[in-house]
Each structure stands twice: as C-alpha cells, then as structure tokens.
Nanobody, 129 residues
Framework: QVQLVESGGGLVQSGGSLRLSCVASGFTLDVHTIGWFRQAPGKEREGVSC?????????YYADSVKGRFTVSRDNSKNTVYLQMNSVKPDDTAVYHC?????????????????????WGQGTRVTVFS
C-alpha cells in the first residue's frame, strides 16, 4: 500500500525554523518527484517546493519561500525533508507532501496538484509573531 506520512509540524515563533519530514512506504521514493504543498484556512492549496527523482535532482521553490526553505532527500531513509528557516506568520498552514507522476519536476507546472498522484495527510505548522 502506497503511503506518505508527514511529520515535524508544530508551533514556532516568527523567525524560527522547522524541519518537516515526508516518509514513504509501499514504494521507493527516490524514483519519484516529491512536492510539498500547503493549505491555509480559507485558501487554495499552494505549491511550495518540488524535488525531482534522484537521477535528476533538480529543485523548485515558490517565490514566497525561495531563500528560506530547502527541500532535500535521504534515500537511505526513504524520506524527503523540507527545512523551513526564517518562518513568517504567512507560512502558517497544513503542509502536505505528494508523489509526482513523473521523474522530474516540470518547470512549467510543478506547483499544480494535478501533477501528483499520492498525498499524505499533512502536518500543521503554526507561526506566531
């Protein structure tokens, strides 16, 4: 059974850091693109970052998080991470990881939920000022 489980969310002060984890079971994560999305109350799901399969390794970020967030893999743990630094109250949301349909993040649409086929349940991040 394909499953993605996020963890690492919590309450953090503005300017602080968090590291989110996305652990896969039932499939090998390193041959898939993995996207991170977030959804704040009353807002649409937003693409945050994408990391291509290990054979490509390219990464993409939303402008709103560029320079503050970093996506990475640990294939030995079948895990993808999202390091969140210098967080802001606007980063408050439920964060989801998702496994993509292709081996690489599309520069033309990695942020679209339709590019992904398996989703985790999410982990909540709350940033207070």
């Amino acid at each position: 059974q394909v499953q993605l489980v996020e963890s690492g969310g919590g309450l953090v002060q503005s300017g602080g850091s968090l590291r989110l984890s996305c652990v896969a079971s039932g499939f090998t994560l390193d041959v898939h693109t993995i996207g991170w999305f977030r959804q704040a109350p009353g807002k649409e799901r937003e693409g945050v970052s994408c990391i291509s399969s290990s054979s490509d390794g390219s990464t993409y970020y939303a402008d709103s998080v560029k320079g503050r967030f970093t996506v990475s893999r640990d294939n030995s743990k079948n895990t993808v991470y999202l390091q969140m630094n210098s967080v802001k109250p606007d980063d408050t949301a439920v964060y989801h990881c998702a496994a993509g349909r292709t081996y690489y993040c599309s520069g033309y649409g990695w942020w679209a939920p339709s590019e992904y086929e398996s989703w985790g349940q999410g982990t909540r991040v709350t940033v207070f000022s």
